[in-house]
Each structure stands twice: as structure tokens, then as C-alpha cells.
């Protein structure tokens, strides 16, 4: 009896449907023909919204930074690309990506990209403030400042009212750490839910309000409605006025003073007002440098559990600098620095003056006013190598631009004249050097 021809078919679609990698493919006018229940996972789209659209339309990204459009365009394989952009639940996400071309008979006719999800490593590596492993607590918080002690107890008071919140604060202020604490002395058993406003659209909202009503309980912290258009504001107190009786807790923080914001029409007066229920201002790190030294032991403590490293204090210079330095970023910007400066450590138990790098020597050595001549000598007064030199430039410039927009990616990325992804993807790339 002669073998019978079996139907692979059932068999690849079974195998894309239950892989652990997203799956897209295109043709070659970009049109959408694969795209498997992973990469919906990733991604929040369903295959009929893709078919008849472009890429660049349901993708906030731009042209050169979409790994399926450069595959097509070139006919070479893109591998191990990472790629950070927004999806459709609001969301920032980081995959990396193998993606090939497609040729039949020697002519290109589609791509196809591998995605696997490593938005969650990301976080953990440069997600600044949201490195520990267990729940935010009151208890866990380092800070000694009179003004810290105050806001954590009236957030402890608001955790037992259960009333709507409003964090009000510079970027890397803390205010999702004070938020987290709230939600699980509010409520432990609930989720935890960030929306993230500079990145949400109508369809997200729109979501959430269906989302909302089958909440038992938990936290929805609207981080930066500051941000949000304002007819996505009016869609925002709606949802929840709506639910503001029941047992969810909700938070917002916005960068600025609300007054002002009100003032100049980037805050809708009715939202303010639902959330202002009670308010807590978080003061600049400049204002409290009393809390630097404590943190600091918190991350060397939480450096020496991770690692097994023996890092355990800064010399007296290096304390020096830190104090006198204005600390434009914040918390944030004080973590990032020492997630710089532990990833340069091999056995070392202090950290000393060699260890800082040059941008921020040159940053705190004129109080923040850095001149691009400090980048041309290294410690021995000699021309550094060019690239070097061009990687130091890069990242003063940078920071420079993050500091004069306090941390806001998306308005230095502005002023930049690059996009936020861009922006975000020249941090990492450098972070990693």
C-alpha cells in the first residue's frame, strides 16, 4: 500500500498558534497574512484589524525602526533586533526580533518576524524604581526626610479612607512606589493596575471601562493625567465617577502644579477636582538630600543579596559630589547612575571617585553646567580615543536634554527633533556600553 500524502497544513498551524514566539508575516505591500495568538498577546491586536491596514498606521513607530519594513526593503535578515515601541493596551513593550525575507522563485514576496517578549527583563534592568522583587510597603520606602515622613503619613490615611488621591511631584519623584504602597495597605488582595496616560488612547480607555466593572477590589493609578488629551480626561472622570463607589481605589499623579496646569488648559478642572479627594505633594530630591545616603544603602544591601558583590559605601569624595549635586532626575536619575557605576564593580567594597563616569564628573564638577571641552581630557590630561569621546558626548548631550525637560522623555525627544522610541533606544544602547 503506497503512502498517503499527509496534510501538513493542520499541523503548522497548530505549531504557530502554541508557540512561545509571536509570529508576524507580511506580503511584499506589507499587507498582514500571519499573525499568530502570541504575538496578539504581545501586541493586543486581532488578525481582522491588521489585514487591510499599514504597518506604520497601527504602529507607533517610525519607518526606519520597523524591523518587517527594513527586511522588506532591503531582502536581508535582521536578527537579534531589539524593538521598543507602544502596542494597543497603551503599554511600552521591548521584544527582540529575527526577521527574514521570503522569496519564491527568486523573488521577494513577503517577511517574517520571530518576537519574543522580553519586556519584563527590560524592566527589571532599566525600569528605574520598579527593581524589587517584593510588594512596595510603607515599611519598604528608605526615606528619612521630614517631608517624606509627612507624605507617607497622609498616604497611610488615605489608605484607610479609601479616598481618590493625587501625587503631585517631578518626574522620578517616587510617586509610583508611594502609589503601590497605598494600593496594598488600601487593599493587598486587588491588582495593581498602571495607566500609563502618556501612552494611552481611546481604545485603552474605552477597555478599561469595560474592564473596570469586573474589578473586585485593587488600585488604578492613572499616572500623568497631566498628559492625557483632554477629551480623554472627560472619558477618565467618567469612568471613574462611575465607579467610585465601590471597593476599587484610585490614584493619579500629575509633574506639575495642578493650579497651573488647570490655568493653561493641559488639566480638565472636574478631573482634578474628583482626584484632589486628598493630595500629596512629593518634593524634589534637591530638597531632601537627607534621603540619598539611606537609598543608596538600600540598593548596595539589595546589590549584595542579587549579586553576591561586597559593595557597601561611596568614599567621602564621591559622597561629596553626590551631596552638592541638584539631582535634576530625581530618584530616577540617582538609581540610573548607580546601575551604571555597580555594573562597572568587580571586588570592589567602596565606590570610589574612578568608578563615576565622565559625564557626570563633568555634570557635577560645574553644578550641572557641563562644557563639552570637560569630554577632550581624560585624568592624565591626555586626548581621549574618538569614540570615547563621541560616547561621552552623546550621553551628556542627552541627559543635558532630559534634565531641561525634567526627565520627560517625550518633550526632550521633541526638542531633540527624534522620537520617543528613538530617544529611549540611544539611552539603552549607551546604558549598556
Given at each position: 500500500?503506497?503512502?498517503?500524502?499527509?496534510?501538513?497544513?493542520?499541523?503548522?498551524?497548530?505549531?504557530?498558534?502554541?508557540?512561545?514566539?509571536?509570529?508576524h508575516?507580511?506580503?511584499?505591500k506589507?499587507?498582514?497574512?500571519?499573525?499568530?495568538?502570541?504575538?496578539?498577546?504581545?501586541?493586543?491586536?486581532?488578525?481582522?484589524?491588521?489585514?487591510?491596514?499599514?504597518?506604520?498606521?497601527?504602529?507607533?513607530?517610525?519607518?526606519?525602526?520597523?524591523?518587517?519594513?527594513?527586511?522588506?526593503?532591503?531582502?536581508?535578515?535582521?536578527?537579534?533586533?531589539?524593538?521598543?515601541?507602544w502596542?494597543?493596551?497603551?503599554?511600552?513593550?521591548?521584544?527582540?526580533?529575527?526577521?527574514?525575507?521570503?522569496?519564491?522563485?527568486?523573488?521577494?514576496?513577503?517577511?517574517i518576524?520571530?518576537?519574543?517578549?522580553?519586556?519584563?527583563?527590560?524592566?527589571?534592568?532599566?525600569?528605574?524604581?520598579?527593581?524589587?522583587?517584593?510588594?512596595?510597603?510603607?515599611?519598604?520606602?528608605?526615606?528619612?526626610?521630614?517631608?517624606?515622613?509627612?507624605?507617607?503619613?497622609?498616604?497611610?490615611?488615605?489608605?484607610?479612607?479609601?479616598?481618590?488621591?493625587?501625587?503631585?511631584?517631578?518626574?522620578?519623584?517616587?510617586?509610583?512606589?508611594?502609589?503601590?504602597?497605598?494600593?496594598?495597605?488600601?487593599?493587598?488582595?486587588?491588582?495593581?493596575?498602571?495607566?500609563?496616560?502618556?501612552?494611552?488612547d481611546?481604545?485603552?480607555l474605552?477597555?478599561?471601562?469595560?474592564?473596570v466593572?469586573?474589578?473586585?477590589?485593587g488600585?488604578?493609578?492613572?499616572?500623568?493625567?497631566?498628559?492625557?488629551?483632554?477629551?480623554?480626561?472627560?472619558?477618565?472622570?467618567?469612568?471613574?465617577?462611575?465607579?467610585?463607589?465601590?471597593?476599587?481605589?484610585?490614584?493619579?499623579?500629575?509633574?506639575?502644579?495642578?493650579?497651573?496646569?488647570?490655568?493653561?488648559?493641559?488639566?480638565?478642572?472636574?478631573?482634578?477636582?474628583?482626584?484632589?479627594?486628598?493630595?500629596?505633594?512629593?518634593?524634589?530630591?534637591?530638597?531632601?538630600?537627607?534621603?540619598?545616603?539611606?537609598?543608596?544603602?538600600?540598593?548596595?544591601?539589595?546589590?549584595?543579596?542579587?549579586f553576591?558583590?561586597?559593595v557597601?559605601?561611596?568614599?567621602?569624595?564621591?559622597?561629596?559630589?553626590?551631596?552638592?549635586?541638584?539631582?535634576?532626575?530625581?530618584?530616577?536619575?540617582?538609581?540610573?547612575?548607580?546601575?551604571?557605576?555597580?555594573?562597572?564593580?568587580?571586588?570592589?567594597?567602596?565606590?570610589?571617585?574612578?568608578?563615576?563616569?565622565?559625564?557626570?564628573?563633568?555634570?557635577?564638577?560645574?553644578?550641572?553646567?557641563?562644557?563639552?571641552?570637560d569630554?577632550?581630557?581624560?585624568?592624565?590630561?591626555?586626548?581621549?580615543?574618538?569614540?570615547?569621546?563621541?560616547?561621552?558626548?552623546?550621553?551628556?548631550?542627552?541627559?543635558?536634554?532630559?534634565?531641561?525637560?525634567?526627565?520627560?522623555?517625550?518633550?526632550?525627544?521633541?526638542?531633540?527633533?527624534?522620537?520617543?522610541?528613538?530617544?529611549?533606544?540611544?539611552?539603552?544602547?549607551?546604558?549598556?556600553?
Amino acid at each position: 500500500m503506497a503512502n498517503e500524502k499527509v496534510n501538513l497544513t493542520p499541523f503548522y498551524q497548530f505549531a504557530g498558534e502554541h508557540v512561545a514566539v509571536g509570529i508576524h508575516a507580511v506580503d511584499a505591500k506589507g499587507k498582514t497574512i500571519i499573525y499568530n495568538s502570541k504575538m496578539k498577546e504581545i501586541e493586543g491586536f486581532d488578525f481582522e484589524e491588521l489585514v487591510d491596514r499599514s504597518l506604520l498606521e497601527m504602529f507607533r513607530f517610525e519607518q526606519q525602526e520597523s524591523t518587517l519594513l527594513k527586511v522588506l526593503q532591503s531582502g536581508t535578515p535582521v536578527l537579534n533586533s531589539k524593538q521598543t515601541y507602544w502596542n494597543r493596551k497603551g503599554q511600552e513593550i521591548t521584544t527582540i526580533n529575527d526577521t527574514y525575507p521570503i522569496f519564491s522563485d527568486e523573488k521577494l514576496i513577503g517577511a517574517i518576524e520571530l518576537s519574543r517578549d522580553v519586556t519584563t527583563l527590560e524592566k527589571v534592568v532599566y525600569q528605574p524604581l520598579k527593581k524589587y522583587e517584593e510588594p512596595i510597603t510603607f515599611s519598604s520606602i528608605t526615606a528619612i526626610s521630614s517631608s517624606m515622613k509627612k507624605v507617607i503619613e497622609t498616604a497611610e490615611k488615605a489608605a484607610k479612607a479609601k479616598l481618590p488621591v493625587l501625587l503631585i511631584g517631578e518626574s522620578g519623584t517616587g510617586k509610583e512606589l508611594i502609589a503601590e504602597a497605598i494600593h496594598w495597605a488600601a487593599s493587598a488582595g486587588g491588582p495593581f493596575y498602571t495607566l500609563f496616560c502618556h501612552g494611552t488612547d481611546q481604545h485603552l480607555l474605552t477597555q478599561l471601562a469595560l474592564d473596570v466593572p469586573n474589578m473586585v477590589g485593587g488600585t488604578i493609578y492613572c499616572e500623568r493625567i497631566d498628559l492625557l488629551p483632554l477629551h480623554l480626561q472627560a472619558q477618565l472622570l467618567q469612568m471613574a465617577e462611575q465607579q467610585s463607589g465601590d471597593s476599587i481605589c484610585f490614584i493619579a499623579s500629575v509633574g506639575e502644579d495642578p493650579v497651573e496646569l488647570i490655568g493653561t488648559g493641559k488639566l480638565l478642572k472636574e478631573l482634578y477636582y474628583f482626584f484632589s479627594a486628598m493630595t500629596i505633594p512629593l518634593e524634589p530630591l534637591r530638597k531632601r538630600k537627607e534621603d540619598i545616603f539611606p537609598f543608596i544603602a538600600d540598593y548596595f544591601s539589595r546589590h549584595r543579596m542579587k549579586f553576591g558583590s561586597i559593595v557597601t559605601k561611596l568614599d567621602d569624595e564621591v559622597s561629596r559630589l553626590f551631596q552638592e549635586y541638584d539631582w535634576p532626575g530625581n530618584l530616577k536619575e540617582l538609581e540610573l547612575l548607580l546601575d551604571e557605576i555597580t555594573s562597572m564593580l568587580t571586588t570592589q567594597e567602596t565606590v570610589t571617585l574612578d568608578l563615576l563616569p565622565q559625564y557626570f564628573k563633568a555634570k557635577s564638577k560645574h553644578s550641572g553646567k557641563v562644557s563639552p571641552e570637560d569630554f577632550l581630557v581624560n585624568s592624565a590630561k591626555e586626548l581621549l580615543p574618538l569614540e570615547d569621546y563621541l560616547f561621552e558626548a552623546e550621553m551628556y548631550y542627552l541627559q543635558k536634554a532630559l534634565d531641561m525637560y525634567h526627565g520627560n522623555v517625550t518633550k526632550a525627544a521633541n526638542a531633540l527633533g527624534m522620537s520617543r522610541q528613538n530617544l529611549q533606544y540611544r539611552l539603552r544602547k549607551i546604558k549598556k556600553k
